[in-house]
């Protein structure tokens, strides 16, 4: 497709400023092209329209603002009306994401001169099944492998915490920071536990509809009406001067960020051959969006109190997002922690930094630091279950709100017939999506045991890297093994809180968390070992000191390691403008040298080497 799909497709990338290939490691960068010049032809801002019907409020609303026309696919989703090769066409959300992933996998390559398999895409937390279903089609259809689709908000804090040398060790009180994202579209907060090469997500909450083109909207709104007044022009039914107008209003949006000042806009030939100009200064504007700055803070509020911390609990605030630039929108947020908030990240790069990490660490052909993510689930998801022949229907919460992820649960049914599980978000006012149901699922191939009785069915849920949810597996258990399961145990436990009253019922329901069952396969393994225990104990003193050297050893690899990054991390940023780019190669190069080093010849050296190692470099830089 090539040129013509890049003449065409000018601006695809707006939007999407968090989608990143492996290559954003080495290259570190790839540069989103914003200019604007054919209005229909130039999507923006997309990613919202994956996974919706097209009858859908929030894509009708949608479709009355955007520049370009969506129409409705066969299947009732989304499609976009462009001209492609001097004829019209219609695509699937899907291939027009399709096509911007993989003009941005022919961009990775050509910079790389390799081959990009691998991605890492990142999406909004709230995204539902449906719409993180509809991305990975998206990636598919370009061709790329996705190793995971991350929370845009882990990404930030991946970003945040790999470099941290300081973070508090494994068995330490973790350190607690809150991310607070207001990008383009929506607005996003997350609060995690770091310890040393780990992060625990606490709490994620959002407010999908605001974020910085609301406050451009807010600015067109007023001019617009302005304009209609004072030169009698409808701007709202001229595309272009529309599109034009939010440019000026971004760029003023921007300077009364660094300026309180009476600002001018003005705009030449705006339309019908007309001049145009007005002014504004912060406070006005900040009048004008009174609204939008109040639903500032209860995101935050919601967060502290679902991660059930005080405020004195908190380390830091990190912002990230363009719309956080606006004073006000940081005035809100370190007013409500009462506490200076800090701008450690890069605010336009640190999503798909965090996802290029992420999809370093994912990939087997990358060499990077292991980092441990837990996330949490954003939406309570529950099984509703029914089958044709026997009486009997029911339903259980399998995951509730802030659940671990990436998490599998068994759950046991009691059952003679095959029957149907249907999935669905629990509480469907908190998801901002119009559809609650998730999907369904057939259980087939039950019967009635040799005896009659029920058979016991193990189903296996789960909500995987991607925060899919699926049911995974289902097995019957035989009758005659049912005695000597050791797993049973546990489980019964557990269900018995959660389906008081039903127990004797036909129907009976287990859940049984996965951690439950590796912690009854290691008591089994203990026991076995039992023997060997005593003989164990003198051993143990010389293990201990050999644990010390071997840690004191993978130290001082570390060091070398974190080194190395550290310093890559300055050459493409505080450094950047200090040293040219002659000097910026040979340093990259050296320290290729080392990273390659660290995992060759270097991989298993004794610690005075590393220190030696560490010592050369911190001469040499
Ligand atoms: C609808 O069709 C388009 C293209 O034909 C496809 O990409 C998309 O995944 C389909 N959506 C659903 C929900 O099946
Ligand atoms: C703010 O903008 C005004 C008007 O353009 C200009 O005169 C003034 O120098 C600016 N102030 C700063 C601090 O940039
Ligand atoms: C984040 O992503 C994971 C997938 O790694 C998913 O399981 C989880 O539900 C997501 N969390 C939020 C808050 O969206
Ligand atoms: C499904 O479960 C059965 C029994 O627990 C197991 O043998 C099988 O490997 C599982 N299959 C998958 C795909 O997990």
Known sequence: MGLELEENFKGFLSGWSSIVCMSWVIKNKISFPQIVTNVKNTLHGFKKLHGRAFEDPYIQAERAKLPYELQKMPNGSVGV?????????????EQITGMLL?????????????????????VPSFFTDAERRSVMAAAQIAGLNCLKLMNETTAVALAYGIYKQDLPALEEKPRNVVFVDMGHSAYQVSICAFNKGKLKVLATTFDPFIGGRNFDEALVDYFSEEFRTKYKLNVKENPRALLRLYQECEKLKKLMSANA??????????????????KMNRAQFEQLCAALLSRVEPPLRAAMDQAKLQREDIYSIEIVGGATRIPAVKEQISNFFCKEIS???????????????????????FKVREFSITDVVPYSVTLRWKSSYEEGTG????????????????ITFHKKEPFDLEAYYTHPHEVPYPDSRIGRFTIQNVGPQHDGD?????????VNIHGLFSVANASVIEKQNIEGDHNDTPMDTESSSKNQGRDDELDKMQVDQDEGIQKSQAEQQNQGDEETENAGSEAKGKMMMQDKLEKERNDAKNAVEEYVYDFRDKLCGVFEKFITEEDSNKLTLMLEDTENWLYEDGEDQPKQVYMDKLQELRVRF
Do not use: W
């Open 102 to 122: 993989a003009k941005l996998k022919e961009t990775s390559e050509s910079a790389l001169k390799k081959p990009v398999a691998d991605c890492v895409i990142s």
């Open 261 to 278: 000042s009476d600002l001018p806009l003005n705009i030449e030939c705006f339309m019908n051959d007309l001049d145009v100009s007005s």
């Open 395 to 410: 339903e259980c919460e399998v995951f509730s709100k802030n659940h671990a992820a990436p998490f599998s649960k068994v």
């Open 343 to 365: 701008t450690t990240l890069n605010a336009d790069e640190a999503v798909a930094r965090g996802c290029a990490l992420q999809c370093a660490i994912l990939s087997p052909a």
């Open 454 to 462: 029920n058979s016991k069915v193990k189903v296996k849920v789960r």
């Open 81 to 93: 009306k462009v001209r492609y090769l001097d004829e019209e066409r219609l695509f699937a959300i």
